[in-house]
């Protein structure tokens, strides 16, 4: 597709549950990026794939959250055993070059979580 | 620390009047400084960005921000607004940090810009 394509849009999970959250970035991108979005907040860096390699996970909040990006294309990021406090918008952004060349990031509409 | 600020919440400003959204940053070195647009629902779409060169750059749809080192301060402009450019308005820079930074982008807290017929 022509951007950055996220699903669901819409998760609702109990206190307990896992959940997958899905990331399809623009063909050809090198470098994908998952953002966590508070309410009324900024997003804040989760994690950095280039290709298929993790290079950066130090914004991930604690161990219950896993990403992987196995083909160098589609991500997925993970969250086990959810809390109420995962309640966000996901977001996910690739661009065409190593993150470090200021290329912009291109970003989907995002994954609203909501634990109950 | 890296941080970016954005010290209104909301802007409020009249159909064809100039409007001014303010960013200041801190970071070490030299920045790499974005501005995003989000509508409702919807994820952060690309505005312009400041990596070198002139210090007035221009964007997407008739925006155009002014970079200042000296103020550390990159606010977003546009010369007449439309009632279609209400949104929230994100400021973000690039995480220049050592040991982990592979160039994830720090945003502010962003500002809600209402534009007025």
């Known amino acids: 597709g022509a951007g950055v394509s996220q699903s669901p849009r819409y998760k609702v999970a109990k206190r307990g549950q896992d959940v997958a959250l899905r990331c399809d970035p623009i063909?050809?991108?090198?470098?994908l990026f998952w953002y966590q979005q508070a309410l009324g907040q900024g997003p804040e860096f989760l994690t950095y794939?280039?290709?298929?390699?993790?290079?950066?996970k130090s914004g991930l909040p604690s161990d219950r959250f896993f990403a992987e990006r196995p083909e160098g294309s589609v991500s997925t990021l993970k969250i086990q055993r959810t809390q109420q406090e995962d309640s966000a918008v996901y977001l996910c952004?690739?661009?065409?070059?190593?993150?470090?060349?200021?290329?912009?990031?291109?970003f989907g509409d995002g994954t609203r979580l909501s634990i109950l | 620390a890296q941080s970016v600020a954005q010290p209104e919440d909301q802007v409020n400003v009249a159909e064809g009047n100039p409007l001014t959204v303010k960013c200041t940053y801190s970071?070490?070195?030299?920045?790499?400084l974005f501005w995003y647009v989000q509508y409702p629902n919807r994820g952060l779409q690309f505005l312009l960005k400041?990596?070198?060169?002139?210090?007035l750059v221009k964007g997407s749809y008739g925006f155009e921000a002014e970079f200042n080192k000296s103020q550390t301060s990159f606010h977003l402009k546009k010369p007449s607004a439309l009632v279609s450019d209400s949104a929230l308005y994100f400021c973000?820079?690039?995480?220049?940090?050592?040991?982990?930074?592979?160039?994830?982008?720090?945003f502010g807290k962003g500002t809600k810009l209402s534009v007025k017929p």
């Open positions: 952004a690739s661009s065409l070059a190593r993150g470090t060349q200021g290329q912009p990031q291109h």
């Open positions: 063909s050809g991108h090198v470098s």
């Open positions: 794939f280039q290709n298929e390699a993790q290079l950066d």
């Open positions: 970071v070490s070195g030299n920045p790499y």
């Open positions: 400041y990596i070198t060169g002139d210090n």
């Open positions: 973000a820079v690039r995480d220049m940090s050592y040991g982990g930074s592979q160039g994830n982008l720090i």
